[in-house]
């Protein structure tokens, strides 16, 4: 798993990517929770999001907020951030030209980021948003979503409350051809302790429905 150096806006930013072995393989950007909070590109939540996509042939990156580990930088309640983003997914099209879908996926802090982008870059097919803090900040921006995705949490999360993500779902769930999967992983918290297993199968089964079952075809392959 190379490690790699993307120059960002406020300096270099540090970063892990896979590259994808066939021809115009898609591509997926996983960002972490919030910087401030411990979040980096390590989070176990963001590794399984990461492996979700590199076992089904993606070309993948994760990579550190602006100063976070090696990047450089310090934190910018989101407006920065959501330039490191946007600058490391010029990075990933820049190495994948070709790529045949472009996903983007975050945790917590991450999805708020990863939503703002989808509204940004029209190129992104679809989303994967873990623990979406809907009660900690703005997400009214979604009018509407662009594109369709999963959103999951936990049963037990406790900073944010069932009752927010559901009326994140509910909104968003009513714009047309917008289809949101709703995903609850029982007994699990804001950071799947203990259950990343758990949510690893959920996110699967939602790839596999979303994207037509792209393990066997890699299998087979």
């Known amino acids: 798993m190379p490690e790699v150096i993307i120059n960002g806006p406020a300096g270099r930013l540090e970063g892990r990517y896979t590259h994808g072995k066939a021809q115009n393989a898609p591509v997926a950007l996983l960002l972490h929770p919030h910087p401030q909070h411990g979040g980096t590109m390590n989070n176990k939540v963001v590794f399984t999001l990461f492996q979700a996509f590199t076992k089904r042939g993606y070309s993948a990156l994760r990579f550190n907020f602006r100063g976070v580990g090696r990047s450089q930088g310090s934190y910018d309640k989101g407006e920065g951030e959501l330039a490191d983003a946007a600058a490391a997914l010029d990075w990933l099209q820049t190495y994948n030209p070709n790529a045949s879908l472009c996903w983007i996926a975050g945790v917590s802090f991450g999805s708020w980021i990863g939503m703002q982008l989808l509204m940004r870059r029209p190129e992104i097919d679809g989303f994967v948003s873990v623990s979406p803090p809907a009660?900690?900040?703005?997400?009214?921006?979604?009018?509407?979503?662009?594109?369709?995705?999963?959103?999951?949490?936990?049963?037990?999360?406790?900073?944010?409350?069932?009752?927010?993500?559901?009326?994140?779902?509910?909104?968003?769930?009513?714009?047309?051809?917008?289809?949101?999967?709703?995903?609850?992983?029982?007994?699990?918290?804001?950071?799947?302790?203990?259950?990343?297993?758990?949510?690893?199968?959920?996110?699967?089964?939602?790839?596999?429905?979303?994207?037509?079952?792209?393990?066997?075809?890699?299998?087979?392959?």
């Open 135 to 221: 009660n900690l900040f703005d997400f009214s921006f979604l009018a509407p979503c662009p594109s369709s995705g999963l959103i999951i949490n936990g049963e037990k999360d406790e900073h944010v409350p069932q009752a927010a993500v559901t009326k994140l779902v509910t909104k968003l769930s009513h714009q047309k051809d917008i289809r949101i999967d709703h995903r609850v992983v029982p007994g699990a918290n804001h950071f799947f302790v203990n259950r990343t297993d758990d949510l690893a199968v959920q996110v699967d089964d939602y790839l596999d429905r979303a994207l037509g079952n792209p393990l066997t075809a890699v299998a087979e392959g």
